[in-house]
């Protein structure tokens, strides 16, 4: 890659990274740039707090343990379906 362009993207990740610190009061561990045509993406990481953190735990944890009961549920209707 082309060295303007690394000096860009590096750039706008540390601005990105000051902007959060600045006005959100914490900011992403990294910053990725991504150019796409006349669009930039910078997906952030690290930056969720401790709850928001908690609650995605929790939520993924609800969807594992709804696949688990649909899995035991459809286990049980074939059981029940055979031993008639």
Excluded: N, Y
């Excluded at 150019?35 to 735990?57: F, I, N, T, Y």
């Amino acid at each position: 890659m082309d060295e303007p362009r690394v000096k860009w993207k590096e750039l706008f990740g540390s601005a990105i990274i000051k902007f959060e610190q600045e006005f959100m009061g914490r900011g992403p561990d990294d910053v990725k740039a991504f150019v796409v045509r006349d669009l930039v993406v910078g997906p952030l990481k690290g930056c969720s707090a401790p709850a928001e953190r908690q609650l995605a735990k929790t939520a993924e944890e609800c969807r594992h343990g709804e696949a688990i009961a649909t899995e035991l549920d459809c286990a049980r209707v074939a059981t029940s379906s055979a031993s008639k």
